[in-house]
């Protein structure tokens, strides 16, 4: 039994020795090592030893084991060794290559335009000012001089939460909020720019939501004319200092009187073409005079203080500014739409 055990460890290794993958290895440890395998089958048979006999076998098939053992360990520490050797090579890393570009992204053209716009005003004494998106209806609509009956409180207009909360329709609650916080006893000069939410059905022109940006200047003795004044400036540096303006008579519950400024067309010069309907005028925002319900909500006293203000849309401002004929283009997030502008 002796010689046949030492045979059996000449076979194993020879065969460990000849092995080319993991597999082989793992075939060689079953075929020798395992439960069915040769060195078990040769020591079922130490039963018909002698007593003195057993022990000696017994030490000889341990060493056997442990030689094939090793081998086998041996072995596989060279191939594991090989494969990572060839993993590495594969994956080897030149860090003398230059690296990877980045991508390097910029302003959206609606926060170049809102910040363009926040500079001119904040040029002309105006403070920036900001409010919550979700408001009262209080805030949104009665302050303003917006009745419960008005119909621009029509909950098609309106996405309301509760009956008492709503997504903001624009963004003179801030103008009211801000009026409020001076006890009517201080002047108020102020801009707000923001998103505003409306149910309406998008299309080239119209979305559910979009900015807005308010003004508002709240002191003794403002006139019309500081309006207008403040209203050409903003035309001038906005789109050119060629641009002329035109107020025409309009309506706001919150401003009496009221108008629409029109700004001459660019395309044109004001002769008249496809892009301002052969008007020559392009309308571009809303304005008037705080009216005294307004400003008696607020706290003011409206024998003593009178004030304008003024709302705008910066996506109508930077679609007429950079000739964008798809407001929805502003949303969709299209990066190579939005690269066009990163240096506008």
């Not at 078990?40 to 442990?66: F, Y």
């Not at 926060?111 to 500079?119: F, M, P, R, S, W």
């Not at 009956?149 to 103008?175: C, K």
């Not at 002329?244 to 108008?259: A, G, H, M, Q």
Request: proline share 5%; aromatic share 8%; glycine share 8%.
């Amino acid at each position: 039994m002796k010689e046949q055990l030492q045979q059996l460890q000449a076979e194993a290794i020879e065969k460990v020795e000849q092995a080319t993958d993991t597999k082989e290895l793992q075939d060689i440890r079953v075929a020798y090592l395992g439960k069915k395998g040769s060195l078990t089958g040769v020591l079922r048979g130490m039963g018909k030893l002698d007593k003195e006999e057993r022990p000696i076998v017994g030490e000889i098939a341990n060493q056997v084991r442990e030689k094939i053992t090793n081998a086998l360990d041996g072995k596989l520490a060279v191939f594991e060794e090989e494969a990572l050797n060839k993993k590495l090579a594969a994956e080897a890393i030149d860090v003398t290559l230059p690296g990877r570009p980045i991508s390097v992204g910029g302003p959206h053209l609606l926060t170049t335009i809102i910040e363009e716009i926040e500079d001119l005003f904040i040029g002309m004494g105006f403070e920036v000012k900001e409010g919550p998106e979700v408001e009262t209806d209080y805030y949104n609509f009665e302050a303003l001089n917006l009745p419960k009956d008005h119909p621009a409180r029509d909950m098609h207009d309106s996405f309301y939460i509760t009956n008492e909360l709503l997504l903001r329709t624009h963004t003179s609650p801030v103008q009211a909020r801000t009026m409020q916080k001076y006890d009517g006893d201080k002047p108020v000069k102020m801009i707000c720019p923001g998103k505003v939410y409306r149910r309406d059905s998008d299309d080239a022109t119209h979305s559910h939501q979009f900015t807005q940006l308010e003004g508002l200047y709240v002191g003794k003795n403002v006139r019309m004319s500081d309006l207008k004044g403040t209203l050409d400036t903003f035309a001038k540096k906005m789109f050119g200092a060629d641009r002329k303006i035109r107020l025409r008579p309009s309506f706001f519950p919150f401003t009496e009187p009221s108008v629409e400024m029109d700004i001459s067309c660019k395309v044109c010069g004001g002769d008249g073409c496809s892009v301002c309907k052969k008007t020559g005028w392009i309308e571009i925002l809303g304005a008037g005079m705080v009216h005294p319900r307004v400003l008696s909500m607020a706290g003011y006293d409206p024998e003593v203080y009178s004030g304008f203000a003024f709302g705008m849309g910066p996506d109508r401002i930077a679609m007429l500014k950079y000739g964008v004929k798809d407001i929805r283009d502003f949303y969709t997030n299209d990066v190579r739409f939005l690269k066009q502008f990163h240096h506008a």
